[in-house]
């Protein structure tokens, strides 16, 4: 994840596959206690493959972006640390 800072607003940048488009809200997959939990979250701007997301998310969240497919709320996730890109 990147952090992108405006003089209005701060947003994180994830893998547009990070998101869950809905009808009402987008979402993003959480790992928090080892199991994925769904968070609504609003997203802005888009680059590519990246999308900003601009509110839902506190600072040490652990999002999924990868098999977010494959994850089922209240089930075990397994973690991999994710090399920084800058």
């Known amino acids: 994840?990147?952090?992108?800072?405006?003089?209005?607003?701060?947003?994180?940048?994830?893998?547009?596959?990070?998101i869950l488009p809905g009808d009402k809200s987008d979402?993003?997959?959480?790992?928090?206690?080892?199991?994925?939990?769904?968070?609504?979250v609003r997203t802005g701007d888009r680059k590519d493959d990246?999308?900003?997301?601009?509110s839902g998310l506190a600072a040490g969240d652990s999002v999924v972006t990868n098999g977010v497919l494959f994850t089922q709320p209240g089930k075990p996730v397994?973690?991999?640390?994710?090399?920084?890109?800058?």
């Open 50 to 54: 990246q999308i900003a997301v601009i």
């Open 1 to 18: 994840m990147s952090v992108s800072t405006g003089t209005a607003r701060s947003s994180v940048l994830l893998p547009t596959n990070a």
């Open 27 to 40: 979402q993003v997959t959480l790992v928090k206690n080892g199991k994925a939990v769904l968070q609504n």
């Open 78 to 86: 397994q973690v991999r640390k994710a090399k920084a890109v800058n």
